[in-house]
């Protein structure tokens, strides 16, 4: 018995050993994660207040002085571009190396290096979108630029620097619990976190849908259901826009286009709720006489937060804004002339193309009545704790063949036999843009600097000391004929190719228009006179109009009325089809305290989506349903994969064609009326309220039921932030959902001495254990903003400086 306890004792002996040295599942290694030396204990930081060290660094040319502010934002002043971007590289590594390791191993497609084989098929799936490959032929556009070429080798040799400077134990806590290490910066990898924001922003495609729905229904249906052009809009350019310009022919329709049909297939989907706002007011509507912008881009949130603020000054800038960490440059901001922001554009950029090869060798396929060869490429994804795969991705002069033959694909289906056509694929060099805007003077130095924009399309808004101001849908966009790329393309006609480019100059934009301002928010980018094809469809116009309304009656704009317009509730999606839908309703259906009660809430509510709104809640609720009612028997369901049309169509049933044969329910023997479907719906919102909230009170507010947070980048819990209390909604100003929102909020007041003010969710550092993780959430949440500490010299005097790091050579 006594061997059999030693035996036992031994394995149960080894198997802690193993435990505490190795990783097994989600588990680090027990031993090095909770050890005093190298664990989690050695990323518990405090909130600092050294006033100043000094140290050198290899690497750096002459001496850099970097000021830090109370929130922990660096102010580099380097007598030279090259220590700038070096130094750049450096505190941004030093805050957020993990966050930048993480998102250009996801974009590359070597996650399973990480975390093992179920990030298979999504490194698959990246691999076979051609992320890599695209990558590469942005760093050829960038490396061919010399200005750009130093930026991007200074910014990754202090990248390098940093990461040369750490032991084990200094390794941010997320590589402990994953149980890696950092791995040596490359240039390729600026060119990756592009690529990243590229399929963010442009990676999404609703072609293989409406393929679908026209296969099933024809052209007839789709014209009807899924117009070129929305019902209600108010366009970017503002409608009456003059174009001075003689455009290009553009490419003749081919006769066979209506007729492409393919399987059925499913892309990623283009997401609602992608979006941004921004705006500029020209001088004559503000109370300082000089313009006043905004910026307040929405993404997917996350800690650490997607953008890293900071000042860079030399002897040719002094830019202040925020920076993609893991890419050079201030992407929003301003200086002491200019100020930007961007919103997306939503152009088309992404089109499929089905192959017809020669035979299952995929060696050929044909192509303007010939057969032509592929190239194949040959991706090698390794896995932790596991064999290294190997998968060859074919490609035409179209793109990657995603996927050549049909099996699971990761998260999305995408299109079997069909090439990918995309803008990231092509050689560019954003970082040219951004060079110029940090160093613009004026509305030339501007325009100037959006020739060389490739990807993804932005509406890039700008103000300056000029009392200019000016907004530009821009990008690299292909010349089509109209619609080309709203369906599956065949892949063997050259008329179905992209034809050429739009001219830069060309690119709609509208500079000082007599209403006294400019505004995005990803609305169409014109009205249908503008004599190019950029997409079908574009995010709803309801944001656009109410940030239109609101400037439109705004005089004496100060930087607070911008904020609360940014912080704006309003919902004029529920003003739009609200009194309709509650005037539908069967009173004498509703029952339930709760019905009575709603129905009263409802009819008094004044459509802001402020968080203390149980009305809210029920509305948005009891739209979703209805809307689902109305499209779910025709457009989901087994079969064809297709999409419901969107909320402009939507509302056009509800409000003028109540009596459409959408409404009925095919899969029911009685016909359904609009009024049917309301009350029911009606009824079913609040019983799922019921359920998922208990009786109608103060759990039905919709800041409970939003129940906003900003998650981990890796989902990693307890490293979340609390959860948050405040309104918004997707259609709102404040386009603020569950994990998607205003990811920073931005306000410049241009003059002689620049005020600036703006806060995101999260904080400068990429550490959980830090004060400066999520110190400014509560700012955020709250609808505030931060004054920006815009320093003029590294000698200036300014109480919210708290300490300086000096680097030496």
Not at 541 to 561: K, P
Not at 787 to 792: D, F
């Amino acid at each position: 018995m006594k061997i059999f306890k030693a035996i036992a004792l031994l394995v149960v002996s080894g198997a802690l050993f193993y435990l505490m040295d190795n990783k097994t599942g989600p588990i680090p290694p027990l031993g090095r994660f909770l050890s005093p030396y190298m664990g989690f204990w050695q990323n518990a930081e405090v909130k600092k207040t050294e006033k100043e060290q000094s140290f050198s660094l290899p690497g750096v040319k002459e001496e850099v002085s970097i000021l830090y502010d109370e929130n922990r934002i660096p102010h580099i002043f380097a007598k030279n571009d090259y220590d700038a971007y070096f130094a750049q590289g450096y505190v941004t590594a030093k805050d957020r190396l993990w966050q930048m390791d993480f998102q250009t191993r996801f974009a590359a497609g070597r996650i399973a290096e990480v975390i093992g084989d179920k990030a298979i098929e999504l490194d698959k799936y990246k691999r076979r979108s051609g992320m890599v490959y695209g990558a590469e032929q942005s760093l050829k556009g960038m490396m061919e630029n010399p200005a750009s070429r130093m930026v991007v080798e200074a910014y990754t040799a202090g990248i390098n620097a940093y990461i040369a400077s750490l032991s084990p134990k200094e390794y941010p806590i997320e590589f402990k619990i994953l149980d890696y290490k950092p791995e040596a910066w490359t240039p390729l990898k600026c060119a990756l976190l592009l690529k990243q924001m590229t399929s963010t922003l442009a990676g999404g495609s609703d072609d293989f849908y409406l393929t679908n729905i026209l296969k099933q229904y024809g052209p007839s249906v789709v014209k009807d259901l899924f117009p070129d052009y929305p019902f209600r809009e108010d366009p970017i350019i503002p409608v009456g826009t003059k174009w001075a310009f003689n455009p290009l022919k553009a490419p003749e329709t081919p006769s066979s286009f209506i007729a492409m049909m393919t399987d059925s297939i499913h892309p990623q989907e283009k997401i609602e709720g992608i979006g941004s706002n921004n705006w500029a007011v020209s001088g004559s509507k503000t109370a300082s006489g000089l313009p006043i912008l905004s910026n307040d881009p929405h993404l997917d949130l996350t800690l650490p937060s997607i953008w890293y603020q900071i000042q860079i000054v030399t002897p040719t800038m002094n830019v202040y804004g925020v920076s993609l960490p893991g890419s050079p440059h201030v992407i929003i901001g301003f200086n002491k002339d200019v100020s930007w922001g961007v919103t997306n554009v939503d152009a088309d950029v992404l089109d499929w193309y089905q192959v017809k090869f020669k035979d299952n060798n995929k060696d050929e396929y044909w192509w303007n009545n010939k057969w032509n060869k592929t190239t194949k490429r040959t991706e090698t994804i390794g896995v932790r704790n596991g064999t290294s795969i190997t998968d060859t991705v074919i490609y035409t002069h179209q793109g990657p063949v995603v996927y050549d033959s049909p099996q699971e694909p990761f998260k999305d289906f995408v299109p079997v036999g069909t090439a990918m056509r995309w803008i990231a694929h092509d050689k560019s060099d954003e970082l040219a843009t951004f060079y110029k805007l940090n160093r613009a003077k004026n509305y030339n130095d501007y325009r100037e600097a959006l020739r060389s924009y490739v990807a993804p399309a932005q509406n890039f808004v700008f103000a300056d000391n000029q009392n200019d101001i000016a907004i530009t849908p821009n990008g690299k966009y292909p010349l089509k004929w109209k619609e080309q790329g709203k369906f599956v393309l065949d892949g063997t006609d050259p008329k179905n190719d992209w034809q050429g480019w739009i001219p830069a100059e060309q690119n709609p934009t509208v500079k000082n228009p007599e209403r006294g301002f400019v505004s995005s928010a990803n609305q169409s980018s014109t009205d249908p006179s503008y004599p190019y094809y950029l997409n079908w469809e574009f995010a709803p116009y309801e944001r656009g109009t109410r940030i239109n309304r609101r400037l439109a009656q705004m005089n004496h704009i100060t930087v607070d009325s911008i904020r609360s317009l940014q912080n704006d509730n309003y919902s004029i999606h529920a003003e739009n089809v609200k009194t309709i839908m509650i005037s539908l309703i069967d009173q004498g259906d509703l029952r339930k305290k709760e019905e009575v009660e709603g129905y009263r809430l409802l009819n008094n509510w004044n459509d802001y989506y402020n968080a203390n709104e149980i009305a809210a809640t029920i509305f948005d609720e009891w739209y979703s349903l209805l809307r689902q009612a109305i499209w779910a028997d025709d457009f989901s369901g087994k079969g064809s994969i297709m999409r419901f049309p969107s909320r402009d169509r939507t509302a056009q049933i509800i409000l003028h064609e109540q009596n459409s044969k959408w409404v009925d329910n095919i899969k029911t023997p009685q016909k359904e009326t609009l009024a049917e479907l309301v009350t029911q719906t009606y009824s079913a919102a609040i019983d799922s309220l019921t359920q998922a909230h208990g009786p109608m009170g103060e759990k039905w507010q919709w800041g409970y039921v939003k129940d906003t947070f900003v998650p981990h980048l890796a989902k990693i819990p307890g490293f979340n932030s609390k959860h948050l209390f405040n309104g918004g909604s997707k259609g709102s100003v404040n386009a603020l959902s569950q994990h998607n929102g205003p990811s920073w909020r931005m306000i410049v007041e241009l003059g002689e001495s620049v005020k600036a003010y703006g806060v995101y969710p999260g904080g400068q550092s990429g550490n959980p254990g830090s004060w400066y993780y999520d110190n400014m959430v509560d700012t955020w949440s709250e609808g505030k903003l931060n004054e920006l500490v815009y320093l003029l010299s590294p000698t200036a005097k300014d109480k919210r400086i708290i300490s300086v790091v000096k680097l030496n050579k």
